[in-house]
């Protein structure tokens, strides 16, 4: 199985950025659809965005919620088995512990967590008024 571990997080004021990364070991990303979740003290886990390969087999698709769309973005390096979400105009909104995830290629669940297999650990993003 793939082991992710999530990196980048930390506190940040309104109106920031930063990255996160999610480095991937014991299998390659390209064996895998891969996105992002968040999860704030007693709130469901919800999607933030994800990536997928098109046909096409140096392109890719990528999802965001509409609460993130125009602000995050969501990219993967194959090279260096690592995915991204470059997060900027930060809101305290944005305050959760965001996750790395894996799932199947062409999961027909891209956009939940029912989709996907394997989770990071966690990684704490704190955004201040």
């Known amino acids: 199985q793939v082991q992710l571990v999530e990196s980048g997080g930390g506190l940040v004021q309104a109106g920031g950025s930063l990255r996160l990364s999610c480095a991937a070991s014991?299998?390659?990303?390209?064996?895998?659809?891969m996105g992002w979740f968040r999860q704030a003290p007693g709130k469901d886990r919800e999607f933030v965005a994800a990536?997928?390969?098109?046909?096409?087999?140096?392109?890719?698709?990528?999802y965001y919620a509409d609460s993130v769309k125009g602000r995050f973005t969501i990219s993967r390096d194959n090279a260096k088995n690592t995915v991204y979400l470059q997060m900027n105009s930060l809101k305290p909104e944005d305050t959760a512990v965001y996750y790395c995830?894996?799932?199947?290629?062409?999961?027909?669940?891209?956009?939940?967590?029912?989709?996907?297999?394997?989770w990071g650990q966690g990684t704490q993003v704190t955004v201040s008024s």
């Open positions: 990536i997928r390969r098109t046909d096409r087999r140096t392109d890719f698709s990528t």
């Open positions: 014991g299998r390659t990303i390209s064996l895998y659809d």
């Open positions: 995830a894996a799932g199947p290629l062409g999961t027909a669940m891209i956009l939940t967590h029912h989709g996907y297999d394997y």
